[in-house]
């Protein structure tokens, strides 16, 4: 198997794991009665701990190096909390409120916001492929909420809210970090990202206060949730984005919208109509559009392929 073959089967191998992870939570919050603040800090402080045992064995020097530097500190505290921590409870509070293919396909918008940052900090008009990117994001996102409808929306106002300050916290850890990702390895960004918001959402939502006992189904969804959805799907993606490069993969990445929807609708019976089907069409042509131009501007797909990691 070549290098282009396997980076295919890693990129979108990866990207369905963060699509499966999606409609785990999704069950795990209809029928065992999980919420996104019980489910969270779980979720990210036992996938943090992952991370963190890996680097203890292999790099423990590496693994504390962020902190020795104030300025390294600042900026770590602002990606893994501002950024990885908030967008990963937001994204699971979509998907509590609406369903796993909406809460996936809410946070694909956030290229086509990095795009509009990128413009207002090089001040300069959009390019007119980031023009049409932008717009199809917003036909996107408007088949989504409202189904065609001009007088109602097809989300509930929190669902939508949750869903674009998710995508929004994408852009913060994607943009944020640049200097940070050039001095440390990403999966130990990520790793203190995950235990510090583990923890403060451990102090703010106290899980241990709900009388809330998971079964043994419950313990399993969580397993996946932590190890498939942060640890497996970041490893392989990742290596995909290393073998055939961040414009091929960041097309692929599609596949997590796509197989928590197939998923959602088959398996767990969330309802997928044709203005949902337009508003997946818009987002995915927005990620075409940005594959197949980006080669004559690539700040923001570079920014879009950190942004594909945190998912």
């Known amino acids: 198997m070549n290098n282009r073959v396997k980076g295919t089967i890693l990129a979108v191998g990866g990207a369905a794991c963060w699509g499966i992870s999606g409609c785990t939570g999704q069950y795990l919050f209809t029928y065992e009665g999980m919420t996104a603040e019980w489910l969270t ?19 423990p020097r590496q693994l504390f190096a962020p902190w020795r530097t104030p300025r390294d500190a600042v900026d770590l505290l602002i990606y893994g909390i501002c950024g990885v921590s908030c967008c990963q409870y937001l994204y699971f509070l979509t998907i509590d409120l609406s369903t796993a293919g909406i809460g996936t396909i809410m946070q694909s918008i956030a290229p086509a916001m990095i795009l509009v940052v990128v413009c207002v900090m090089e001040r300069r008009i959009p390019r007119l492929f980031e023009g049409v990117s932008v717009l199809l994001a917003l036909a996107g996102v408007f088949l989504l909420t409202t189904h065609g409808s001009l007088t109602h929306l097809a989300l509930s106002p929190a669902a939508l809210a949750a869903g674009l300050l998710s995508a929004v ?143």
């Open 41 to 59: 800090p779980i979720r990210l402080f036992f996938a943090g701990v992952v991370l963190f045992l890996y680097y203890v064995i292999r790099s």
């Open 169 to 311: 916290c994408v852009v913060v850890y994607t943009m944020w970090p640049k200097r940070l990702q050039s001095s440390h390895p990403t999966p130990i960004l990520q790793c203190w990202a995950f235990l510090m918001g583990g923890t403060i959402f451990f102090v703010l939502f106290r899980p241990w206060e709900v009388a809330y006992v998971p079964t043994i189904t419950g313990c399993i969804g969580i397993a996946i949730v932590v190890l498939i959805g942060n640890v497996v799907a970041y490893c392989a993606y990742m290596q995909g984005v290393k073998l055939i490069g961040p414009q091929k993969s960041s097309l692929y990445s599609f596949a997590e919208p796509a197989t928590a929807a197939v998923i959602s609708t088959l398996v767990l019976g969330s309802p997928f109509t044709l203005w949902d089907a337009l508003g997946f069409g818009c987002i995915f042509v927005m990620l075409v559009v940005l594959t197949t131009f980006q080669q004559r501007g690539k700040k923001p797909l570079r920014k879009l392929e950190k942004a594909r990691a945190h998912s």
